[in-house]
C-alpha cells in the first residue's frame, strides 16, 4: 500500500503576523485597533490569545505604536516615525 506524506507549513512567528497584520490594516485605511483584530493570529502562531495583547503593549513600549485614549478598551495606532510599516 503507498504511503502518503502531509507537510504543514510551521506556524507563523507571532511577533512577525502581528506586525503583517498592522501593515494589513494600516494599507486598508484602519488607523486605529484593538487587540481584537488580532485574536485569529494567536490560534495560528499556537498562542495563548492574551500573547498578542501583551506583544502590542511591547509594540508601544519600543516606541512603534501609540496608546489612543478609549474609555474601556485598549486602542493602538502606529506611532509617527514608526519603521513597523515598513
Known amino acids: 500500500m503507498p504511503t502518503t506524506t502531509a507537510t504543514t507549513r510551521p506556524a507563523p512567528a507571532l511577533a512577525d503576523a ?3 497584520r ?8 484602519v488607523r486605529e485597533f484593538t487587540a481584537d483584530r488580532f485574536t ?3 490560534s495560528a502562531a499556537d ?5 498578542v495583547t501583551d506583544h ?3 509594540l508601544q513600549g ?4 501609540r496608546a489612543v485614549a478609549r ?12 519603521e513597523i510599516l515598513r
Open 18 to 20: 502581528v506586525r503583517q
Open 56 to 58: 502590542l503593549i511591547v
Open 47 to 51: 498562542r495563548p490569545a492574551a500573547w
Open 22 to 29: 498592522i501593515r494589513d490594516l494600516h494599507d486598508g485605511g
Open 71 to 82: 474609555a474601556g478598551v485598549r486602542t493602538w495606532t502606529v506611532a509617527p516615525g514608526s
Open 62 to 65: 519600543v516606541g512603534d505604536l
Open 40 to 42: 485569529d493570529l494567536a
